[in-house]
């Protein structure tokens, strides 16, 4: 058995051992983490030195590009600069030159002033002794003749009241002939079967001939289809790639044009598949027709609108008057109505909402008997709109008596917008012919040179030869020809009449 002592110190001995072996290979660890960590700040000490060298090139690259786009810049404006400069001194000089000129033309009036002066105390004599000379030949003091003048000039305008009367009288007949004609015209709008294509039928371009037939159908199932699905006539001819809808409901049309574009552009053409599209496209021509009346009524800035009334407005986006839209025609007879009406004290709310609604009566014309103000009242007293709002449709046109002063601003407005240059369409050979009319009328008077109808037939200027036509007979003349014009022609507005009377001296000097 050993010795205790013994075996402790051998023990001690081998920890001793295994402390030194641990204690060499830390330090052995610790000597290659520090000459790893040294490689790898050498490293990136390097690393960043390269990087430095190339930023500082960079840098001087972007100094030496700024500094010459600055160069560059100053240049440009040093050029500027030069050139304003330029401009400015062309223009004192232009201005001197102006100013040397007006003082030049300031001395010409005054001397011409003070000559005008004098040669005005002349006549003045002049006129004086021709006074008395006239005195003494006549026998008559100036207050006798002045007193024959007056008498002679007091029947003239006597006379001239009596044709004037005659006249007021004679237009009173012809706005009644007139009236009854535009009855006549709209009753033919409404209910003739031959109507002009801008007011009855649709136009709709078909990509190809081959898509008439796929519309036509099977033995003619899917045109038919269409037909009864919109109440619209498909008018399909020889006219390549085109297809006509008639029809004298235009939202009716208007349903069948977005039905049929629908459908060309999906490409199944069937009778099922139609019914479909129509039912789609009539709801979203009812979402069209609510947010355009909303819109009308927001721009014309009447609110508070019952929904019934609002559809009706809208519905009047897709009618016309000749040629004429009812919807931005109400939008701007209501503008109209408002300015009038602020101008004369009068309800401006009455009248601007009067404006908006006075033809609400043709959206519903075509399926109501009567003329349209008189439903467009009976819609507004249903509505329990205001009873200036009712009259001022109703009396629109004159049909019932006035009942409040918004009607006849309602009226007005109306007139107005509707008789405006360019508001209302008309064919070229009216247009023309009216043209023709308006110089034939001014060129069969006496003295007349030359004559010219200008801005659309709004005005006509006339050229007289002046040793025929004197000045006073000029404005006698212009008003002869306006007489002739009212009792001759039918026109929109008003027709101005210039007679134009120049006298020319010509010399030449040989």
């Not at 007006?102 to 002349?122: A, C, G, V």
């Amino acid at each position: 058995m050993e010795n205790p002592a013994v075996a402790l110190v051998a023990l001690a001995g081998g920890i001793a051992v295994g402390v030194a072996f641990g204690f060499l290979a830390r330090s052995r660890w610790a000597n290659q983490s520090i000459k790893v960590a040294q490689e790898k700040a050498a490293r990136i000490v390097a690393d960043a030195r390269t990087q430095q060298k190339e930023l500082i090139l960079e840098a001087k690259e972007e100094k030496i590009r700024l500094q010459r786009e600055a160069e560059d810049e100053a240049r440009n404006r040093r050029n500027e600069l030069a050139a304003i400069e330029r401009r400015l001194v062309a223009r004192d000089e232009q201005l001197d030159q102006r100013s040397d000129m007006l003082e030049q033309r300031d001395r010409k009036l005054l001397e011409r002033d003070i000559e005008l002066e004098r040669q005005r105390e002349e006549l003045g004599k002049l006129s004086a002794e021709r006074v008395q000379a006239l005195e003494k030949v006549s026998s008559l003091s100036a207050e006798d003749a002045k007193a024959m003048l007056l008498e002679a000039i007091r029947e003239e305008a006597e006379h001239d009241a009596v044709k004037l009367a005659r006249s007021i009288e004679r237009r009173a007949r012809e706005e009644a002939n007139e009236k009854a004609r535009d009855i006549i015209v709209t009753a033919m709008q409404r209910v003739a079967a031959d109507h002009t294509a801008e007011h009855t039928v649709t136009v709709v371009h078909l990509p190809n001939d081959e898509m008439k037939g796929r519309i036509i159908g099977r033995e003619g199932r899917n045109i038919r289809a269409l037909e009864q699905a919109t109440g619209i006539d498909l008018i399909i001819d020889d006219t390549p790639e085109t297809v006509v809808l008639s029809g004298f409901d235009p939202v009716r049309r208007e349903i069948a044009r977005l039905s049929l574009m629908k459908l060309m552009g999906d490409g199944r053409i069937h009778p099922g598949r139609i019914e479909e599209v129509v039912a789609k496209a009539r709801a979203e021509v009812d979402l069209i027709i609510r947010q355009a009346g909303e819109q009308a009524a927001y721009d014309a800035g009447v609110p508070g609108l019952p929904p019934d009334i609002i559809k009706l407005l809208g519905r009047l986006k897709y009618r016309t008057s000749y040629g004429q839209n009812v919807l931005l025609h109400s939008t701007e007879t209501s503008a109209l109505a408002a300015v009038i009406a602020a101008e004369l004290g009068a309800d401006v709310m009455a009248a601007k909402m009067g404006g908006l609604l006075h033809d609400i009566g043709k959206a519903v014309d075509h399926e109501v008997e009567g003329p349209h103000a008189a439903i467009g009242a009976a819609i507004a007293l249903k509505a329990e709109l205001p009873a200036k709002v009712v009259n001022g449709i109703a009396a629109h046109h004159q049909e019932v008596e006035y009942t409040c002063l918004e009607a006849p601003i309602v009226q007005v407005a109306d007139a107005i917008s509707a008789s405006r240059p360019g508001a209302r369409g008309e064919t070229m050979e009216t247009y023309v012919k009216r043209l023709e009319d308006l110089q034939a009328i001014a060129e069969s008077f006496t003295g007349v040179e030359r004559s010219f109808a200008v801005q659309a037939g709004r005005e006509v200027r006339i050229l007289v030869r002046p040793e025929e036509i004197d000045d006073l007979t000029a404005t006698r003349l212009a008003r002869d020809i306006v007489k002739k014009i009212e009792e001759q022609l039918t026109y929109p507005g008003q027709i101005k009449v210039t007679v134009i009377r120049e006298t020319r001296a010509v010399e030449y000097a040989k």
